[in-house]
């Protein structure tokens, strides 16, 4: 059984950088792709970056592109995202997500069987 564990939230001044991780701690070889979504208040998940396992593909919302970076470390099964230039329109719970089937659209959350607990971005302006 995938499970995933997430820590690096917290509070940030706008311009400034988080960097949040993703622990797969069982069953690395089932996932196919990791991604990272976003929720804030009264709005939809958003998928704001991907990465293919297998080839090391990412992929980015053009609201976060040149911003953040998704990658992975090996060693540890730990899928990082990178976050510089923050604004408060960042401001979101953070989820990561594994997909261990072959989805087609990385941005859509029903594509993803486990989720992390979420971990909590606050950009002040």
């Known amino acids: 059984q995938v499970q995933l564990v997430e820590s690096g939230g917290g509070s940030v001044q706008a311009g400034g950088s988080l960097r949040l991780s993703c622990t797969v701690s069982?069953?690395?070889?089932?996932?196919?792709?990791m991604g990272w979504f976003r929720q804030a208040p009264g709005k939809e998940r958003e998928g704001v970056a991907g990465?293919?396992?297998?080839?090391?593909?990412?992929y980015y919302a053009d609201s976060v592109k040149g911003r953040f970076t998704i990658s992975r470390y090996v060693a540890n099964n730990t899928v990082y995202l990178q976050m510089n230039s923050l604004t408060p329109e960042d401001t979101a719970m953070y989820y990561c997500?594994?997909?261990?089937?072959?989805?087609?659209?990385?941005?859509?959350?029903?594509?993803?069987?486990?989720w992390g607990q979420g971990t909590q971005v606050t950009v002040s302006s």
């Open positions: 069982r069953d690395m070889y089932r996932v196919n792709f």
């Open positions: 997500a594994a997909m261990t089937s072959i989805g087609n659209n990385w941005r859509t959350p029903g594509q993803y069987s486990h």
């Open positions: 990465l293919a396992t297998n080839r090391g593909r990412t």
